[in-house]
């Protein structure tokens, strides 16, 4: 069965996380039942990473500030939380469900699949963002001081 999806509430959470204008910095989308419904959103990495449990699956969607000293931008993540406690049928099904989150979920720089907190950090989607990102250029000073 297809789930369906709670559209009117997940797109203003998801437009509220794209603006420039707000603060919010994040989106939880939970799976209940066959229905995915706005969780909770937020400003806070750990409130994110937080709203995510071991028997949950949904998606989460957060802007990552990004660049060097001559160029700030946000950059946006989608994320598939399968916790370690879902079922292997469920599991499964979160292929289908992705497609029915990216029906309102439009423009992301990376997506991220965890199904466990080893790389839920903030680090590694830092990271993740910055590859995708392609050159960073700086002012050629090192941090170490020389000027080298």
Request: aromatic fraction near 12%.
């Amino acid at each position: 069965m297809i789930s369906k999806i709670d559209k009117q509430t997940i797109t203003k959470a998801y437009e509220d996380i794209r603006s420039d204008s707000n603060e919010t910095q994040w989106g939880v989308f939970i799976i209940e039942g066959d229905t995915i419904k706005l969780s909770g959103t937020g400003n806070s990495f750990d409130e994110f990473k937080s709203s995510f449990g071991d028997g949950d699956r949904g998606f989460g969607f957060i802007r990552i500030n990004t660049g060097d000293e001559l160029s700030k931008r946000a950059k946006f993540v989608l994320v598939t939380w399968v916790g370690p406690g879902v079922s292997f049928v469920k599991k499964a099904k979160m292929s289908v469900d992705k497609t029915v989150i990216k029906e309102v979920i439009l423009n992301y720089s990376v997506e991220i699949l965890l199904d466990n907190d080893t790389d839920f950090t903030f680090e590694y989607f830092k990271t993740q963002v910055d590859k995708a990102g392609g050159a960073n250029y700086g002012t050629g000073k090192r941090t170490d001081g020389t000027g080298n």
